[in-house]
């Protein structure tokens, strides 16, 4: 089955504490991107990434660090969570680019206290 | 960058009307323009979506009108039922290799 998985769909850490969360897809899909989603402020995109070794920055880049070392894997690392950071956490990804549909992952809840 | 904005936020209707959601943006060279819909708890997922060589895009009860001079694009759903309530998100790609969202309508159908 297609699809986009992230681990773990819910997190409750401190302030500091260093986080990973992983993001894999199975459909050989290039273009992966993280967003973040808060309450009216819609879905905003952190980082992105083309291709293997490929990433750029999103809207909202300060704080993670995402690496693309497969084509499948695309984690996002907080180094120093803060509480700003509480958030809907979604992956993506695309066959190409963002001007293809994107397959979004189920989510992760993450609370920083 | 690019700058979407997305009215209105909230839209109650009754059962058989038709919704009308509305996003602006910014960035002239922008050429994709898809929309998204998020179910309570899940993820988000696409349902229509405009290429700028076309004006208007129809899947049988939605559509997605655009206008590249005055840079707005609507999503149109008529017929409305109860199980088209949910949050929906418009999204503009740039140049940068970015899609950027709007801030999300959220639709009530009441039965």
């Known amino acids: 089955e297609a699809q986009v998985t992230q681990n773990p769909r819910y997190l409750i850490t401190v302030t500091g504490k260093k986080l990973t969360v992983t993001c894999s897809q199975n459909m050989n899909h290039e273009y992966m991107s993280w967003y973040r989603q808060d309450p009216g402020l819609g879905l905003r995109q952190i980082y992105y990434?083309?291709?293997?070794?490929?990433?750029d920055k999103g809207d909202v880049p300060e704080g993670y660090k995402v690496s693309r070392k497969e084509k499948r894997n695309f984690p996002l690392i907080l180094e120093s969570p803060s509480p700003n950071q509480t958030s809907l956490y979604f992956c993506a990804s695309t066959d190409r680019g963002p001007t293809d549909t994107q397959y979004f992952g189920p989510g992760t809840r993450l609370t920083v206290l | 960058g690019e700058n979407v904005e997305q009215h209105p936020s909230t839209l109650s209707v009754q059962e058989g009307d038709s919704a009308v959601i509305k996003c602006t943006y910014s960035d002239s060279a922008s050429n994709y323009f898809p929309w998204y819909k998020q179910e309570l708890g899940k993820r988000p997922q696409l349902i229509i979506d405009?290429?700028?060589?076309?004006g208007e895009k129809k899947d049988q009860r939605i559509a997605v009108t655009l206008n590249k001079t005055a840079k707005h694009f609507s999503l149109h759903i008529t017929e409305t039922q109860p199980e088209d309530s949910a949050v929906y998100f418009c999204a503009v790609n740039n140049a940068g290799n970015m899609l950027t969202f709007g801030g999300g309508t959220r639709l009530m159908v009441k039965p």
């Open positions: 405009i290429r700028s060589n076309v």
């Open positions: 990434s083309m291709n293997v070794e490929v990433t």
